[in-house]
């Protein structure tokens, strides 16, 4: 472990810390993102079900199924977001292309960085570098990082999620209580047949005897 990564220097933390953000803002859109596919799939089990009226066994699978689904996406959204990091040079680039005064700043803090840190460089190059890294932070200082990694399409990612999940829950609203009214009927005439057929079958079988 180097000594960035032991006591990091302050635009060295800065760096990391709109990475966070940015990781965690872009983890949070895709997974908006996947809100009208995970809708359109629900609403597509929902007509197969009724169109084919699956028994319990697929429809207990399809639930299985959709439930792994969602929770894989979870998972995928927060090891993005709260756990995966990526490398520093990255976010460096992507704040330099949002921010033109800062020129290539943040990349030669990273060289520098990289010299300060490395055993085979001369001590007095090393120090000469971490001089140069405190100055550059310094500098820097009155640069606010975390607005320049916000997205701009946040709100409309969650307007595209909002729509079909209204949506849907209207439907479950106005047709909820009809689906369920129809299956009970449906499984009470179900269970009426089966009694009538055995009603049926035991007269007959009584006939014979």
């Not at 697929?58 to 990091?85: K, M, N, Q, S």
């Not at 595209?160 to 499984?187: E, T, W």
Request: glycine share 8%.
């Amino acid at each position: 472990m180097n000594r960035g990564e032991m006591n990091p220097d302050p635009i060295l933390r800065r760096l990391r810390d709109a990475e966070r953000v940015w990781l965690r803002g872009m983890a949070l859109e895709r997974f908006l993102r996947l809100v009208k596919w995970g809708c359109a799939l629900l609403l597509f089990c929902v007509a197969l079900d009724l169109i084919a009226q699956l028994g319990s066994v697929p429809r207990l699978t399809l639930t299985i199924l959709l439930t792994l689904g969602a929770l894989g996406a979870a998972a995928a959204t927060l090891w993005r977001g709260w756990v995966h990091r990526g490398p520093l040079l990255r976010i460096a680039r992507l704040l330099e292309s949002r921010d033109l005064t800062l020129g290539s700043k943040l990349m030669n803090v990273l060289q520098l960085e990289e010299q300060a840190d490395d055993p085979a460089v001369p001590g007095l190059t090393r120090r000469l570098a971490r001089r140069a890294i405190d100055d550059a932070s310094a500098d820097m200082a009155d640069h606010a990082f975390r607005p320049l990694v916000r997205s701009a399409t946040r709100g409309r990612s969650l307007l595209h999620a909002a729509v079909p999940l209204l949506l849907m829950a209207a439907l479950v609203c106005a047709f909820g209580s009809r689906l369920a009214s129809g299956a009970a009927v449906s499984r009470s005439i179900r269970g009426s047949s089966a009694v009538f057929l055995y009603a049926i079958d035991h007269r007959h079988s009584g006939t014979r005897w």
